[in-house]
DNA sequence: ATTTTAGATATTGATTTGATAGTTATAGGC
DNA sequence: GCCTATAACTATCAAATCAATATCTAAAAT
């Protein structure tokens, strides 16, 4: 019979937990990702992106941004890298936006938001569209997994270690 | 011999993709969950929970926000119901911010997050911190699956349907 | 009785946002 | 050659949001 403790969401003793926690890094990755990529514009664009949607005029009506808030947004996904900025027809400065590999990175966390937004919050009606996996026609039900293992990952079975 | 087409980065034709972009809703479900979760703080609060960080000054002080702020993300997270307020300590209104299972579901949200940051934001040094996971004791990896045929997903094998 | 702790609210100035209007540069039609 | 349309912005400014600081409340500890 062993003894019963508490545990937390991440399934340690309390005490262990509480240890731990208070020498966590306060700055880590998740921060400097969210420098770059922590606003909702942004996150919109990059599915506008993923969809084919590489221009500026279709961006803006699309998504009903301003132009201001728009070019601002572009110019900081270009500064970092996520995107590029492409001249199509020759002689006019006309661009298409195109995502980089550090962008491309990126889609796990858009199909992610989109399939809890489909779980958690699209009402009655459901969602107005699905994604489907092409190299198995299957709709798609993303999963995120431990790629050592294999298994699905879940808050419980993950801790930390400073490196 | 196949005939040469161009192609989009979701491995249509240009002509295919063009005319189901044109009918795509404009609104769907990464709209829909931006509305709840698009905002720096909501992810580093997030971020926070799943690190066992529960009390609001635990929060205040790990994040360096201002309680105004907090209290408002804070709010507006116990509102969509993804955290909930839970008194600790009997007769004093001490709380708690515990995690629903619709918050813990987003947690693979905060792990690709981090794994990206990992990858293209961590600069020289690396990365202050890993992921483990305990049921294999590997470093965490993750990885985004569809479900049906158990591949990885990347943005050429996605399309989409209306529903 | 006074101080401390946890969990906030209130106030106020600074920053950011977004709607609207205007700018630039080229292409194509008349 | 001129007019209009299109794409990709920039400029302006009122409104909303943010964040630093101070303050408040209630119970526990000293």
Known sequence: MTTKKKVTSTGQTADEAADQLAKRPTRDSVAAALDVIGDRWIFLILREAFFGVRRYDDLRKNLGASPNILAD????????????????????????????????DLYPMIVLLLAWGDKWESGKKG?????????????????????????????????????
């Open 73 to 104: 947004r572009l110019r900081r996904l270009v500064e970092h890298g996520i995107l590029t900025k492409v001249q199509y027809s020759d002689h006019r400065n006309r661009f298409e936006y195109r995502l980089t590999d550090k962008g491309l």
């Open 127 to 163: 969602p107005p569209l699905a994604l489907v996996h092409t190299p198995c026609g299957h709709v798609l039900s993303p999963k995120l997994i431990c790629e050592a293992c294999g298994e699905g990952v879940v808050a419980q079975d993950v801790r930390w270690k400073p490196l």
